[in-house]
């Protein structure tokens, strides 16, 4: 069964950049999907905040349109979360997975804190 190990997240100041990566471990079969990022701050529920087709096409969640930039790697079965121009209300944990029916077996996903 597929699992997902997140990577990258970090404590950074306000207008600071990170990039998150994401390996699937599994069949390549369990990534040929459409996969998103995810993020679950302290308080709130996990919210999508981008996807990326297995064509490469993408899209954003209003909140990050601009500053997120989601890229795929079907090779490595990795996907990538380049985050610039960072807010504290970026803080969150993030995860990656499927963005239809997602798979129940989340990462551990990885901590982002945005602070001065």
């Known amino acids: 069964q597929v699992q997902f190990v997140e990577s990258g997240g970090g404590l950074v100041q306000p207008g600071g950049s990170l990039r998150l990566s994401c390996t699937a471990t599994?069949?390549?079969?369990?990534?040929?999907?459409?996969m998103g990022w995810y993020r679950q701050a302290p308080g709130k529920q996990r919210e999508l905040v981008a996807d990326?087709?297995?064509?490469?096409?993408?899209s954003y969640a209003d909140s990050v349109k601009g500053r997120f930039t989601i890229s795929r790697d079907d090779v490595e079965k990795t996907l990538h979360l380049q985050m610039n121009r960072l807010k504290p209300e970026d803080t969150a944990v993030y995860y990656c997975?499927?963005?239809?029916?997602?798979?129940?077996?989340w990462g551990q996903g990885t901590q982002v804190i945005v602070s001065s």
């Open positions: 997975n499927r963005k239809f029916l997602p798979f129940n077996n």
């Open positions: 599994g069949s390549i079969r369990d990534f040929l999907y459409t």
């Open positions: 990326i087709t297995t064509v490469d096409s993408t």
